[in-house]
C-alpha cells in the first residue's frame, strides 16, 4: 500500500468515526502508553504503518519524516550525517516512533541546554478530528507569521489530531564529550548545576543519582579541554551507556514498582522537604520521586516553589495523573480541543477527564 493510500485509509477510518461518534486512541508501537490516562472503551487507528523519511539534505540540517517512521532509523540515518537530534528524546522501547517523541512532548538530558522537541518542529502535516489534512509551517525556522501551530502538536498526546509528517531541525553532533563525576549532597549538586546553567562552559548534560554530581561536556576538543580545567570531578568510562541508561530510565533507580512522579521546578529550586527517593535531572529543572507520601500533599509542597507535578508511571486508585490546570488554562484548552477536534474523537481523556 503506498504513502498516499495509507493517508487515505486514515482518513477515511477518522471520517467513519466521526460520523458515528466513536472515540479514537491513536497507536503507534506502544512504547509510550503509559503516559497519561487510556480510554479502554476507544477504537484503536494504528499509525505505524505511515512511516518512511520524507526528505532530508544534511546541508539544511532539516529531515521531515512521516510519523510512524521509527526513531531508532531516523538517528541512524543522522549519525550517517553526523548529525543529531539535539533535544536527546528518550524512547521506552525498541518500536519508539517520531510521531509519539513529538505527541508526547518527550526530551532527554540535553534538554536545558540544547532546547526541547518543541523548539526544533518547524512544521506537521495534521489528520484533524473532521478528517481534514492540514498542513502548518514548513521547513526553515522562520515561515510564519502568527501562531506557530505545528509547535502546539508537541505534548498534545495526540488529542488535537494524527500527526502524518513532521519536519524537525537537527544538529551537527558534537566532535568530543566527556563525563565528570564527585560525590556531594543534594543542595550543593543543584547549587553547582545551577551556577553551570549561567558560566560560558559546553555542559549539554548535568544529573544528580544517588549521592553523585553527574556533568558532561561535549564540544571541539579546545573547548571540552578547557572546561574540563575548570569543572571539578573525575572522568567517567562508558559516559554514553550511563547517559542512555538515565533517558531510558534503565537505571538502578527506576527499577522500584511504584508510581513514579515527575516534578517540574526552577533548576535552582533547593531540595524539596518530601520523604522519598529522588534523581535530578535537566540541571535540576526535572526531578523524579519515588514516595509514599499522599498525590495532593506532594502538589501542594511543589505548587509553594512554583512548580507542577505529574504521575509519569504507575497508578493512583483513579486520580488524574496530571495536575489539574486552573480554570483559565482548561478554557484555553477546550477551544483549542474544540477546534480541531470538536466531536472529542481522538485520545479522549488523555489529558484530562474533560479533553
Known amino acids: 500500500m503506498s504513502e498516499q493510500d495509507i493517508s487515505a485509509a486514515l482518513q477515511q477510518q477518522v471520517l467513519n468515526a466521526l460520523n458515528n461518534e466513536t472515540p479514537l486512541n491513536i497507536c503507534g508501537s506502544g512504547s509510550k502508553s503509559f503516559l497519561g490516562n487510556v480510554n479502554h472503551s476507544a477504537q484503536a487507528i494504528e499509525v505505524t504503518g505511515h512511516s518512511g523519511i520524507v526528505e532530508y539534505d544534511p546541508r539544511e540540517l532539516v529531515l521531515t519524516a512521516r510519523s510512524g517512521t521509527p526513531l531508532s ?10 548529525q543529531m537530534l539535539a533535544f ?27 532546547g ?18 492540514l498542513s502548518f509551517g514548513g521547513q526553515v525556522m522562520k515561515n510564519v507569521a502568527g501562531y506557530d501551530v505545528s509547535r502546539l502538536m508537541v505534548g498534545a498526546y495526540g488529542t488535537l489530531g494524527i500527526l502524518l509528517d ?7 553532533r558534537s566532535p568530543e564529550s566527556i563525563t565528570l563525576a564527585r560525590k556531594c549532597n543534594a543542595a550543593e549538586a543543584i547549587t553547582s548545576m545551577s551556577t553551570l546553567l549561567s558560566q560560558p562552559y559546553p555542559v549539554d548534560a548535568a544529573c544528580y543519582n544517588d549521592e553523585l554530581l553527574y556533568i558532561r561536556i561535549s564540544g571541539s576538543s579546545r573547548a571540552v579541554k578547557e572546561a574540563r580545567a575548570k569543572i571539578s570531578g573525575e572522568g567517567i568510562s562508558e559516559a554514553d551507556g550511563f547517559w542512555n541508561s538515565l533517558r531510558e530510565h534503565e537505571l538502578q533507580f527506576f527499577k522500584n514498582k511504584t508510581p513514579l512522579f515527575r516534578i517540574m521546578v526552577k533548576p535552582a529550586t533547593p531540595p524539596l522537604a518530601i520523604k522519598g527517593s529522588w534523581l535530578l535531572d535537566w540541571g535540576g529543572a526535572q526531578r523524579w520521586l519515588y514516595s509514599d507520601e499522599d498525590v495532593e500533599q506532594i502538589r501542594r509542597q511543589v505548587e509553594l516553589v512554583g512548580g507542577h507535578v505529574a504521575v509519569f508511571r504507575g497508578e493512583l486508585n483513579g486520580r488524574e495523573k496530571l495536575q489539574p490546570l486552573p480554570a483559565s488554562s482548561l478554557i484555553i ?13 481522538f485520545n479522549r481523556g488523555r489529558l484530562y477527564p474533560t479533553l
Open 333 to 345: 484548552h477546550q477551544r483549542l480541543k474544540s477546534s480541531f477536534d470538536p466531536k472529542c474523537i
Open 166 to 172: 513532521i519536519s524537525l531541525k537537527v544538529l551537527p
Open 73 to 82: 532509523k531516523i538517528e541512524s540515518v543522522l549519525a550517517e550525517a553526523g
Open 88 to 114: 536527546e528524546p528518550p524512547h521506552f522501547g525498541n518500536g519508539a516512533t517520531l510521531g509519539g517523541t513529538v505527541a508526547c512532548g518527550l526530551s532527554g538530558p540535553r534538554r536545558p541546554y540544547s
Open 116 to 133: 526541547s522537541a518543541r523548539d526544533f518542529v518547524l512544521g506537521c502535516k495534521l489528520l484533524n478530528g473532521q478528517g481534514d489534512i
